[in-house]
Structures are given as C-alpha cells and as structure tokens.
C-alpha cells in the first residue's frame, strides 16, 4: 500500500470499511507542500503507526 499512499481516494484495507474518510488527505498534504517546493515524506513506526514529515524551503528575507 505505500506505493499509494498518497494516491487521491487511497485507503488502505481492511480499516476502509470501518473508517470514514474519502482518502484525499495525504494526496492533498503533498499537493500543497509541493506547490510550494517542498514535500511529505511517510515514515513506518516499528511498533505500529506512522510518522509524516512536512519538508518546506527555508524563507530568507533580504536586508
């Protein structure tokens, strides 16, 4: 299933049955974070669960 994680309407069986959601919210995330140069990145606990990690470019101001 992680090679569609962040697919739009991706849901991962069998908690889709019994989960609501549409399955947009991952592709939404990396949509954003890549519109603006920057990405997710999905990292699989060892004792269950996951961790996502927002990357995004530094702002720098001139002056």
């Known amino acids: 299933f992680r090679d569609k994680l962040f697919n739009r309407?991706?849901?991962a069986e069998p908690?889709?049955?019994k989960v609501p959601g549409t399955g947009l919210g991952l592709y939404i995330?990396?949509?954003?974070?890549?519109?603006?140069?920057g990405d997710v990145h999905y990292h699989p606990a060892p004792t269950g669960g996951s961790t996502f990690t927002i990357t995004l470019p530094a702002v720098t101001t001139g002056g």
């Open 9 to 11: 309407f991706a849901r």
């Open 29 to 37: 995330i990396r949509e954003l974070a890549r519109a603006n140069s």
């Open 15 to 17: 908690t889709a049955a």
